[in-house]
């Protein structure tokens, strides 16, 4: 049985797309130019690729990883999602997904498995942030991460409980109902 079996598609889904909300998070924040928001795509991208192939990586970012090389969704079969009108939805949103994300690994998943893809979910955010500068004029001048990338960033450490204790099953579920499903 595959630890990818405790959870049903769509709660799999959350789980999958929780990395890109946690950068979408940060891009949400304080959206770039063109180049930074290439910039910042790439390290989402990176960051993922070096979480789910590490050594150290646990069955649930081995899952993942498995996942991430085979076929795309259909996405006429993909849960759906409700789109952002702006900014400030879009980062709601986002955190909203981190939040159910992390609190469906920490009740299905081995309590490694949960620190594993918490600490992946911030170094995503992390790595978003630090990809380009804010503020600046043609490249010169701003700052690598600005005031507002730096509370979301503290926003997720909060939602993904890093520096406590994980959030345990008999905490209320996503939808506040203390299930999981």
Known sequence: MSIKDNFTPDEWFKVMTGPGRAGAAVVAASPSGLTG???????????LRAAVSADTRTPLLEAIAADLLGTAPDPAVMPHQERARNMQEALEQSLENVRQAAWLVSAKASPEDSAAYRQMLLSVAERTANAAKEGGFLGFGGELVNDRERAVLDDLRRVLNLGDAAPTPGEPSPDGSGNSG
């Open 37 to 47: 928001l290439v910039a910042e795509a790439r390290a989402l991208s990176d960051a």
